[in-house]
């Protein structure tokens, strides 16, 4: 159908939009390709959508054909014998236009249900897409803490020789070793919660949860982001509303038909015995008699209050239509921000990580002079630490907050 198309084609083009923007998160798509396919929820949705195209087919009938026959125990006497019994066969036609009225109603609501099929894939891709992006999150944070115990290593060993020597404290060394303690128990925490996101993660797509999942080795926030349109208007969301609306015109026309008159035709049929009596032209002729009856809803009050329950109705859906449409817009305004917010900090995170690797190299430096501070080396290496996380939440942000604008101005 020609809506099916149209909507299918938007959909799947607008996510892939944000997505093949950058090459080497094509496996995303993947991912979101093989959840729509596996996913329970999404197959029901499916299955629903196939039901309410059956109901068109279904729309097409007419009432049933009503057949009857009776037998004379008494015998009625005519001129032209005696009426052995009665055969009769009626149908009845709706008004003209009722059926296809009827098929535009299941049609409407096929239409509807395919909206809600359109939607749970779409708020499945964006479950898929903030999951697989906190997955690279954590995994980003935990090669950062591995970086940062390496780092710590290496301080260490400065701090062995500066005790050789008498330029450093065992207490130096213990310090050190305390902060590499901390720092492998962040990576312990990041493992299980690595563990817990990677089940979410392949509970998504519908599959062994103990799969491998290929993430994307570094994101960066782009120098421009993706040009977005601030209209919320096609959003399927509120198509639902206007496809709910159309439903509502549909049942209200085949209200209207169903309180037109009812035509039907039919046809009696009565053998008659031959009369022994007397002999004439007509002796025994059967009769068969065509019948027109019409059937006419004289207490309508039942369609009149229909189209009263359906214009209130109408109105329901306008409303929820536009308070859904300031629920999206608030939250479309929200995502922006948000994405705007973590360019912001990622900008600001790049410029104070370079300069607490200036101050390390300083330190190295004064190190070979011999005026190292152990504790400024703890300072340093903490501040640097808190900048890339910060790094890395600010891009993990961004990607979640372009996800969620797509899911909403598409």
Do not use: C
Not at 145 to 161: D, E, F, Q, S, V
Not at 269 to 279: G, K, L, N, W
Not at 352 to 372: F, R, S, V
């Amino acid at each position: 159908m020609r809506f099916k198309r149209h909507i299918q084609h938007f959909v799947i083009f607008s996510f892939s939009l944000f997505i093949f923007h950058f090459s080497s998160a094509q496996q995303l798509q993947s991912y979101i390709n093989e959840a729509h396919t596996n996913n329970p929820n999404i197959q029901a949705y499916e299955l629903r959508y196939n039901i309410a195209q059956e109901k068109v087919t279904e729309a097409n009938w007419l009432p049933n054909t009503e057949f009857a026959a009776g037998y004379f125990i008494s015998e009625p006497e005519t001129r032209t014998g005696a009426q052995v019994a009665r055969f009769s066969v009626k149908q009845m036609l709706p008004w003209f236009g009722t059926v296809s009225v009827r098929q535009d109603y299941a049609t409407a609501m096929a239409e509807a249900d395919y909206v809600d099929y359109i939607i749970a894939k779409r708020k499945l891709t964006l479950a898929v897409s903030k999951s697989y992006y906190q997955l690279y999150s954590l995994k980003a944070k935990q090669k950062v803490l591995n970086g940062n115990i390496r780092l710590l290593k290496t301080y260490k060993t400065l701090a062995l020789t500066s005790i050789e020597v008498g330029k450093a404290s065992a207490v130096d060394v213990l310090q050190l070793q305390i902060r590499q303690n901390e720092l492998q128990q962040h990576i312990e925490v990041l493992k299980e919660q690595i563990l817990a996101e990677k089940v979410k993660f392949n509970s998504l797509l519908s599959r062994d949860t103990s799969l491998a999942i290929d993430l994307i080795p570094e994101m960066f926030i782009p120098n421009n982001d993706p040009i977005i349109s601030d209209s919320l208007q096609l959003n399927p969301e509120l198509l639902r509303f206007d496809k709910m609306y159309e439903s509502i015109t549909q049942v209200e026309l085949l209200n209207q038909k169903e309180g037109a008159p009812m035509l039907g035709f039919g046809l009696d049929y009565v053998p008659v015995q031959e009369r022994s009596d007397i002999s004439f032209s007509d002796n025994g002729k059967d009769i068969v008699m065509p019948m027109v009856s019409v059937s006419i809803p004289i207490f309508n009050k039942k369609y009149t209050s229909r189209t009263k329950q359906n214009e209130l109705r109408k109105q329901e859906v306008t409303l929820q239509k536009q308070e859904r449409l300031h629920l999206l817009e608030s939250a479309f305004a929200k995502a922006v921000s948000q994405r705007n917010q973590a360019r912001i900090t990622y900008t600001t995170q790049s410029k104070n990580l370079k300069q607490a690797k200036d101050a390390e190299q300083i330190l190295i430096k004064n190190y070979e002079t011999g005026t190292i501070d152990f504790n400024d080396v703890l300072d340093i290496q903490e501040l640097q630490l808190k900048f890339q996380l910060n790094q890395i939440q600010s891009v993990t942000r961004y990607y979640i907050q372009s996800a969620i604008i797509n899911y909403l101005s598409n």
